[in-house]
């Protein structure tokens, strides 16, 4: 069995060393530090699996170490030592993630027990851990799919950023995978182990937004019959997804500012100060740097967030991994709903990539699905397709201008032709040709005048 590594932070070298060797009999490498502060430059430049502090200490107490621990390495285990007068301290440290606390005098059966189920928890997490990253291969990240080059680089940006706490922004059109993104980095994180907590932020009005993040006490409003955790308190010592970010009013928007700059808050209708050690992935669909222009996000609040971006490419722009994704999704449903679907034929396939996927992956997903439940075919082919699907496909792809037709009657030709691929409609056909649908019906009012003049 591997050697765990303990560290004693005692301020009384009798007690240390006592303990030390202690444990060392019982096969653990021991680590001594007489205060929080050289405990901590310990931890920094050693792999710790577990610490044992005393609360009382100078230059650093035990409740200040353990909130540094959990910070740095959150899996390693904090059992906490408190003598008469200070169980209330631990208690508290109970409340910020330590393991368990044992009263001085130090019973030696007791904290021996103490430590091997510690040890056991610790090794637990980082098996789980170790499983995770086992099953991830290069190109299948969790349940993001892609092979494209801009995927590849968002995959190697995860793996480097995910074992800081710098807050992440995940940028990107609705459909694109934002909170797969913001669930990888945690799971490839120190934090895996903790809460992973997601606020839908657009979902939330303004009259209940702050009782969502920061909890409220009783009687703060009508209806608030008991005090109530918000998502900040569940997600201590975790990751915080606030997702559609930008849809977050100006006034809260001060409040979550405070909270990452000094990782506290109080409950609506409190005046008790709670701290938080958390990890925040913001993500939106909006370009919040122009929400920024236009005064309606705070600039400081953007910059807090804004440390790692990730932008997320629509799927048009990596169609690629559509014959990945497609395979994927026939996988995964023919699993959920006990199905032999054996795969897609290359036409099939070439509809798919070619379509404009104005949804992203979600809409790609959600079609394989209705094709799985509506047909169950054995080989998904062109007929299975929605009729959109095959309707822009369809339709002639290449509109023969001769040499000399003016630029004016290129125009008309193009749109006329467009519309027609389009059967008429006007936002897919403003879409193929780049310009918004107001001017879509500009131009056919234009060709109608001209037509009535003529």
Not at 101 to 110: H, L, S, T
Not at 222 to 250: M, Y
Not at 376 to 385: A, N, T
Request: with cysteine; charged share 30%.
């Amino acid at each position: 069995m591997e050697k765990k590594v303990i560290l004693i932070v005692e301020d009384d070298p009798t007690v240390g060393e006592s303990l030390g060797l202690l444990l060392k009999k019982k096969g653990h490498d021991i680590l001594l530090a007489s205060n929080g502060k050289e405990a901590l430059q310990l931890l920094r430049h050693k792999v710790v699996d577990l610490v044992i502090t005393d609360v009382v200490m100078p230059k650093m107490d035990g409740i200040e170490l353990l909130e540094a621990v959990k910070g740095l390495r959150p899996e390693t285990e904090v059992i906490v030592i408190s003598a008469q007068g200070t169980i209330e301290k631990a208690v508290q440290a109970m409340k910020w993630g330590a393991f368990d606390f044992i009263e001085k005098p130090i019973n030696p059966r007791i904290i021996s027990l103490l430590v091997e189920r510690a040890l056991e928890k610790q090794t637990l997490i980082l098996q789980n851990q170790n499983l995770r990253s086992r099953l991830e291969d290069k190109y299948h990240f969790k349940n993001i799919i892609g092979r494209s080059k801009k995927m590849v680089k968002i995959f190697e940006l995860i793996r480097h950023i995910a074992p800081y706490d710098s807050s992440v922004l995940i940028i990107g059109e609705s459909g694109t995978g934002k909170e797969l993104i913001a669930n990888a980095i945690h799971y490839k994180s120190p934090r895996a182990s903790m809460s992973f907590i997601k606020v839908s932020c657009a979902s939330l009005s303004e009259g209940i937004i702050e009782s969502e993040l920061f909890g409220h006490e009783k009687g703060a409003f009508t209806g608030a019959i008991a005090s109530r955790k918000g998502r900040f308190e569940l997600a201590h010592q975790g990751t915080l997804f606030l997702d559609e970010v930008g849809d977050i009013p100006p006034a809260t928007q001060i409040k979550l500012l405070r909270v990452l700059q000094e990782g506290e808050f109080e409950r609506v209708g409190g005046n008790k100060t709670i701290k938080v050690n958390i990890r925040i992935i913001a993500a939106s669909n909006r370009d919040l740097q122009e929400e920024v222009k236009k005064g309606a996000f705070r600039e400081d609040l953007y910059y807090r967030l804004n440390v790692v971006n990730i932008k997320l490419p629509a799927l048009k722009e990596r169609r690629d991994d559509i014959p990945f994704l497609v395979h994927f999704f026939i996988e995964r449903y023919n699993e959920k709903y006990r199905m032999k679907v054996r795969g897609i034929s290359q036409k099939a396939m070439n509809f798919l990539t070619d379509y404009e996927w104005t949804g992203n992956v979600r809409e790609l997903e959600n079609t394989i699905e209705s094709i799985l439940v509506i047909n169950s075919p054995g080989v998904i082919d062109i007929q299975h397709l929605p009729q959109e699907i095959r309707d822009m496909k369809e339709k002639p792809e290449v509109i023969p201008i001769k040499i000399g037709t003016s630029l004016e009657e290129v125009e008309k030709e193009m749109l006329i032709q467009t519309l027609k691929a389009t059967n008429g409609n006007k936002r897919k056909a403003a879409r193929l040709l780049g310009i918004n649908v107001r001017t879509i019906h500009r131009k056919i009012e234009e060709i109608q005048e001209l037509a009535s003049t003529s």
